[in-house]
């Protein structure tokens, strides 16, 4: 069964420093890997997904995530965090191969604060 | 532990007919979202409740309704349903109001034919 991991509940980064929120996986097939973003009242946002090719993805916001195979990680960072960063960021990922059921699986959650 | 809980798992239905969708949250979680993922594209957000009160509109379409019972399940009524509402519809829960942890359902697959 497919499980996404991130292993923080809570990151805590000053303004302008680097941040990253760190996302895990299990699969048995071929992962598309995504990250969310909730910001208070609102629903999950789309930041950015690894489909193929370049392990880097850059997304929304000026954040960015690396696929690492080998580790099994898609970890989310930003050069420089801003304080409006500050929110609930959930990593996902789904099997192409498994076309029904739980497909899309997302991780418990990090609650991101940057600090002014 | 008590997970989210979304019935049925399987949906069939035929355009223009009517279909709903049940979420139960985690016991004592009072917000309820809903998602729709369609084939090959990422989960939008639909509408969501707290304590029985719409509390954020996504892009659900005029077809669909839900609300938010007095025991915090949460229906999804989609009516006239057309070909291009085959999607995997989320429910997810989260305790305290929006910006709390989301835990998710594993989707309602839908298909109309």
């Known amino acids: 069964a497919q499980s996404v991991a991130q292993p923080e509940d809570q990151v805590n980064v000053a303004e302008g420093n680097p941040l990253t929120v760190k996302c895990t996986y299990s699969?048995?097939?071929?992962?598309?890997l995504f990250w969310y973003v909730q910001y208070p009242n609102r629903g999950l946002q789309f930041l950015l997904k690894y489909i193929t090719g370049d392990n880097l993805v850059k997304g929304s916001y000026g954040f960015e995530a690396e696929f690492n195979k080998s580790q099994t990680s898609f970890h989310l960072k930003k050069p420089s965090a801003l304080v409006s960063d500050s929110a609930l960021y959930f990593c996902a990922v789904r099997v192409v191969e498994d076309n029904y059921g739980q497909n899309f699986v997302f991780g418990p959650g990090t609650r991101l604060s940057v600090l002014p | 532990a008590a997970g989210v809980i979304q019935s049925p798992r399987h949906l069939i239905k035929e355009k223009r007919e009517t279909a709903t969708l049940k979420c139960y949250p985690i016991?004592?979680?009072?917000?309820v979202y809903w998602y729709q993922q369609g084939p090959g594209q990422d989960p939008q957000f639909l509408i969501s409740f707290y304590e029985k009160m719409q509390s954020d509109k996504g892009s659900i379409p005029d077809r669909f309704s839900a609300q938010q019972f007095s025991d915090y399940h949460s229906e999804l009524n989609m009516s006239s349903l057309e070909l291009g509402d085959s999607a995997l519809y989320f429910c997810a829960s989260s305790r305290g109001g929006a910006g709390e942890k989301l835990f998710f359902g594993s989707g309602t697959q839908l298909s109309v034919l």
């Open positions: 699969v048995s097939g071929n992962p598309y």
């Open positions: 016991p004592r979680h009072d917000t």
